[in-house]
């Protein structure tokens, strides 16, 4: 057995069952052992970054990572942008990067770059094989440190994937969360029932529904608001789950909230800041006089530590009606498409168990408040800004959950970073209704230049928010994906009705 075949037996061995790749000639071998070990799907993105944000999606919804398999580093490179939400939003992601042979370093050939240094912007783990004998334990390494919720990056030489190796046992790692002291617990429990207007800010896998009804739990015992980052990698949201408040994006909003609590219990999230720094704005959005307490970090046990803190307050066994968000769909809205619309059709037309990715930026802001009533679902969200990565988290997801379906719910400008992801959802005839919001503008960047009393943008400014003459419905027919434009909030709902029920991906234009 080579090393790339290897490779791919201690990845099939080690849960891996899906690759989300785009080779090169380094990367050759490893194409050729996905078919010879077998066991672990491959999918073709036309871009590396689909590739990287569909590992991301995927991890989202199965909890585990997807391999992504990469040309050297300009691929990489191409990848970055959507690996820096996955390291923000914790994600378990395998990345694995072909490498020129040993041998052929020294001549400093075209594509050679210092694959390490990239690596190290947006990876937890990361390590460049060196031994064909250790390759085995090398990815089952790499695999085991996804685990912990990060990207995993292992470089392989283009030479040990083509020598034979000794096949060795593989020592198994086992992943040991750091508890939460019972003293920490108390404390935390302390400042919650003492009498102040207090808050539980959450983060990680709580958003699951177990770790949702703990936090009702804590809710009811105490009185305490629950609120969540603004951008939560994973969260269950509907009618019968407590409605979870998200700190706002922008942070003249985002201070007005949180000014109104003493106390600010943390569990797995992060202290608040904002997402830029503004003049006269402070980068901090709690003030110095607010009680702030560390319940969990991310890498901690955080549903344990909830589950203690549950009955160190002496929840109930379960959270009452009150505190779970009663069925409520928003009414059907009429007439010429807004944002404010298109957020309540979509709300009120997306099916029980569907999968949301909301990249729709400055159009998607009312979406989240209309949905706290609607049938519960899962909401994937931009975790770390960094623009193109709706439609490859939904190519992961809809991987990851066949069964259910998935609507990205996207903007034009954002879209168009990793379009080729409409290809790969029509190549493996997967269940993803896009919502393009056609403003045809970076309404965003109109949004922060009115911050700098820009309202009338000049010539040039203009023409850096402007992106008229994009055709979506064309875009999304030449990739294969049945496609078609809404002017209406009519348009919209059949188009909707049309994609729910039929098989395969559809992409609907929403013209405003």
């Excluded at 969200?381 to 939904?394: E, F, I, R």
Aim: glycine share 10%; with cysteine.
């Amino acid at each position: 057995m080579n090393g790339a075949e290897w490779i791919m037996k201690t990845a099939r061995e080690t849960g891996i069952d899906v690759c989300f790749a785009n080779p090169g000639t380094t990367e050759l071998p490893l194409v050729v052992a996905l078919d010879t070990v077998g066991g672990v799907r491959s999918i073709l993105g036309l871009f590396e970054g689909v590739c990287t944000g569909a590992a991301d999606g995927y991890a989202r919804m199965s909890g585990k990572p997807a391999m992504v398999l990469l040309h050297l580093g300009p691929g990489l490179a191409n990848g970055i942008a959507n690996l820096h939400n996955a390291r923000r939003g914790y994600s378990p992601v395998l990345m694995v990067v072909g490498e020129h042979a040993i041998w052929h370093r020294p001549y400093d050939p075209p594509l050679a770059m210092d694959i390490e240094s990239l690596a190290r912007t947006v990876s937890g783990w990361q390590h460049t094989c060196s031994l064909s004998d250790n390759l085995g334990q090398d990815v089952a390494d790499a695999i085991f440190a996804a685990h912990l919720g990060q990207v995993s990056t292992l470089i392989v030489p283009y030479d040990l994937q083509l020598k034979q190796c000794r096949q060795s046992a593989i020592i198994p790692y086992h992943d040991r969360k750091t508890p939460v002291s019972p003293e920490v617990v108390e404390s935390a429990a302390a400042m919650l029932k003492g009498g102040h207007k207090s808050a539980l800010v959450l983060a990680g896998n709580v958003f699951r529904r177990d770790g949702l009804m703990i936090a009702a739990r804590i809710r009811q015992a105490c009185g305490c608001d629950l609120l969540t980052e603004s951008f939560p990698a994973y969260i269950e949201r509907g009618a019968g789950l407590p409605d979870i408040c998200r700190i706002p994006y922008l942070p003249e909003m985002a201070m007005d909230l949180l000014s109104k609590y003493e106390v600010l219990v943390f569990a797995g999230a992060k202290e608040p800041v904002s997402f830029f720094g503004y003049e006269g704005v402070p980068g901090a959005l709690l003030k110095e006089n607010q009680k702030k307490f560390r319940l969990a970090r991310h890498d901690q046990d955080v549903m344990k530590a909830l589950c203690c803190l549950a009955d160190a307050l002496g929840a109930p066994a379960a959270p009452s009606e009150a505190m779970l968000s009663k069925h409520n769909r928003p009414a059907m809205p009429t007439g010429g498409l807004s944002a404010d619309k298109i957020c309540s059709v979509i709300a009120a037309l997306q099916p029980e168990g569907a999968v949301v990715v909301e990249e729709a930026i400055s159009s998607g802001f009312m979406y989240y408040p209309l949905t706290a009533g609607v049938p519960q679902f899962s909401l994937l969200t931009l975790t770390g800004g960094s623009l193109g990565m709706g439609a490859p988290c939904a190519v992961g997801a809809a991987v990851a959950c066949p069964d259910r379906p998935v609507i990205d719910f996207q903007s034009d400008g954002a879209g168009m970073y990793t379009v080729q992801a409409l290809w790969t959802q029509a190549k493996e005839g997967l269940d993803v209704t896009t919502l393009v919001c056609s403003n045809r503008s970076y309404d965003i960047l109109k949004l922060e230049l009115a911050r700098l009393g820009v309202f009338s943008p000049a010539v040039n400014t203009a023409r850096l928010t402007d992106l008229g003459g994009i055709d979506w419905v064309s875009i999304g027919k030449g990739m294969g994906v049945p496609s078609a434009r809404a002017d209406t909030a009519e348009d919209l709902a059949r188009g909707l009705e049309r994609a729910f029920h039929e098989p395969g991906p559809h992409l609907i234009e929403m013209a405003m």
